[in-house]
């Protein structure tokens, strides 16, 4: 069973760069597109981006400026790298799967809490 | 970029009762549209692709219906362990966006 388990910093100050990690566990990172999503406090669900596990990315226009993911197929890992952020960046983080064959997201992550606050 | 509206935002009932949710595209998605359950502290589950398909292992209580910009979600007989979030999720093209949520609370 394909498992994701996100990890880094719960507090972020603002103006720094937010790094998260999800550590995928019971299957390869090959072959399939990561991305990363959030859900900032009372709010819904947002796509930051993905990558496909060659290295090729697509971000979401609203944070494209700030973003950057990247994968490490040798420790079946990748990661997120939110630069400047702000309390507005506050939320739960989920990395996720999208299914082989399917445009849907499979597998989950439990999330991680990252707080920007000084 | 696709906006995607749930109705309604929040929805109580009783167990065993029959609940529908709704979500509408700001243009057409085709069939490109997803369901997902949340439960706080907990990994979301994937339960309906593709508007109508429903994924591997969720009970057939839920079902989905839809097509182009109108998209329903239903749970024929609620359990308890139902009463949670539930969002919408067009996968028609990025940026890939959710539906706002509909959270479902005990009556």
């Known amino acids: 069973q394909v498992q994701l388990q996100e990890s880094g910093p719960g507090l972020v100050e603002p103006s720094e760069t937010l790094s998260l990690t999800c550590t995928v566990s019971g299957g390869s990172i090959s072959s399939y597109y990561w991305s990363w999503i959030r859900q900032s406090p009372g709010k819904g669900l947002e796509w930051i981006g993905y990558v496909y596990y060659s290295g090729s990315t697509n971000y979401n226009p609203s944070l494209k400026s700030r973003v950057t993911i990247s994968v490490d197929t040798s420790k079946n890992q990748f990661s997120l790298n939110l630069s400047s952020v702000t309390a507005a960046d506050t939320a739960v983080y989920y990395c996720?799967?999208?299914?082989?064959?399917?445009?849907?997201?499979?597998?989950w992550g439990q999330g991680a809490l990252v707080t920007v606050s000084s | 970029d696709i906006q995607m509206t749930q109705s309604p935002s929040s929805l109580s009932a009783f167990v065993g009762d029959r609940v529908t949710i709704t979500c509408r595209a700001s243009q057409s998605v085709n069939s490109y549209l997803n369901w997902y359950q949340l439960k706080p502290g907990k990994a979301p589950k994937l339960l309906i692709y593709g508007a109508s398909s429903l994924y591997s292992g969720v009970p057939s209580r839920f079902s989905g219906s839809g097509s182009g910009t109108d998209f329903t979600l239903t749970i024929s007989s609620l359990q308890p362990e139902d009463f949670a979030t539930y969002y919408c999720q067009q996968s028609y093209t990025t940026p890939y966006s959710f539906g706002q949520g509909t959270k479902l609370e005990i009556k």
């Open positions: 996720a799967r999208r299914g082989y064959s399917g445009y849907y997201f499979e597998y």
